[in-house]
C-alpha cells in the first residue's frame, strides 16, 4: 500500500490512469496467468508506466520512475520492464 501511495503521490497522475493500470494488469494476468514479475512492484511500476505514456501527453522520463519506484529499480530495469511490458500486451495498450 505504502509502494502505491507513494509512486501516486509523486507521479500526480489523473485518476483514470490508474483505471488503465488495473485494466493493462488484467489483460496480462488473462493472457499470461502465472505472470508475477520477481516483485508485484515490478509489474506495478511497469503497469504506471506503460498506462502513462499511452494516456498522458506530457510524461515522466524513465528515470524520473525509477526514483518514484523508491529505488528498487535502476534504470536498465526500469527500461526492461517497459520494453516487456509492451512486448506481453502485444503492444495493445488501448483501454
Known sequence: AHFVAYALHWTRLHHSVTFIVLAL????????????????YQLLLSAFMTASK???????????????????????EVNQMEREMCAFLEWHLNV
Open 25 to 40: 494488469l488484467r489483460r496480462l494476468k488473462t493472457q499470461f496467468p502465472a505472470a508475477r514479475g520477481s516483485s508485484g
Open 54 to 76: 499511452a494516456v498522458c501527453d506530457d510524461t515522466d522520463s524513465n528515470k524520473s520512475w525509477v526514483v518514484f519506484g523508491q529505488g528498487i529499480f535502476v534504470l536498465r
